[in-house]
């Protein structure tokens, strides 16, 4: 059992890499593919609110306010790439004995190097511009998603039910 364990383990970065690939995806897409993606959401979004309060506004009312919007749902894209991400880099090196400070330096350098690559890559992309402004965003994604996991796995590490049934026996 500890030979298949040792043999599986390496498979437990394949959801980082498997992000990694996801998000390289996002951003080969053009300016414009990549803003009329984002912009269908937004819409949507809207779209389903006025649904769900019966507002019967007109498609013009629903993409101005599909507009007013589409910035924001843009960046809680780049947040949530990143902290799912994080997520999928940290525990992996939690299986690998990474705890505290370093787990949240290490996965933080990996999630914020990535995230420039990714902008560096953007730059050869039609009518995609790198910013750092992204980096920062893509970061807090990555930050909370780190102590997410800390979190996580201190409580399951920590838990008071499992620390009472190990004591009696």
Same mark, same amino acid.
């Given at each position: 059992?500890?030979?298949?364990? &040792?043999?599986?383990?390496?498979? *437990?970065?394949?959801?980082?890499?498997?992000?990694?690939?996801?998000?390289?995806?996002? =951003?080969?897409? #053009?300016?414009?593919? *990549?803003? +009329?993606? =984002?912009?269908?959401?937004?819409?949507?979004? $809207?779209? /389903?609110?006025? +649904?769900?309060?019966?507002? +019967?506004?007109? =498609?013009?009312?629903?993409?101005?306010?599909? %507009?007013?919007?589409?910035?924001?749902?843009?960046? @809680?894209?780049?947040? &949530?790439?990143?902290?799912?991400? @994080?997520?999928?880099? *940290?525990?992996? !090196?939690?299986?690998?004995?990474?705890?505290?400070?370093?787990?949240? /330096?290490?996965?933080?350098?990996?999630?914020?190097?990535?995230?420039?690559? %990714?902008?560096?890559?953007?730059?050869?992309?039609?009518?995609? #511009?790198?910013?750092?402004?992204?980096?920062?965003?893509? *970061? /807090?994604?990555?930050?909370?998603? /780190?102590?997410? $996991?800390?979190?996580?796995?201190? =409580? $399951? !590490? +920590?838990?008071? $039910?499992?620390?009472?049934? &190990?004591?009696?026996?």
């Amino acid at each position: 059992m500890k030979i298949l364990i &040792t043999l599986l383990k390496p498979l *437990s970065f394949v959801p980082a890499l498997l992000m990694m690939y996801i998000i390289f995806s996002f =951003s080969a897409q #053009t300016g414009e593919s *990549s803003g +009329n993606l =984002s912009y269908q959401i937004s819409y949507d979004i $809207v779209e /389903i609110k006025s +649904n769900i309060l019966s507002e +019967n506004k007109s =498609s013009d009312q629903l993409a101005y306010e599909a %507009d007013g919007i589409h910035y924001y749902v843009r960046k @809680a894209a780049h947040m &949530t790439e990143y902290f799912l991400l @994080a997520i999928a880099i *940290s525990f992996p !090196l939690y299986v690998y004995g990474v705890r505290g400070i370093w787990l949240m /330096i290490l996965a933080g350098i990996v999630c914020v190097a990535f995230a420039g690559l %990714d902008e560096y890559h953007q730059s050869f992309v039609d009518s995609r #511009t790198p910013a750092v402004k992204d980096v920062g965003i893509d *970061s /807090i994604g990555a930050f909370i998603g /780190i102590l997410l $996991v800390q979190a996580f796995c201190w =409580s $399951v !590490l +920590n838990n008071p $039910v499992k620390k009472k049934k &190990t004591r009696k026996h």
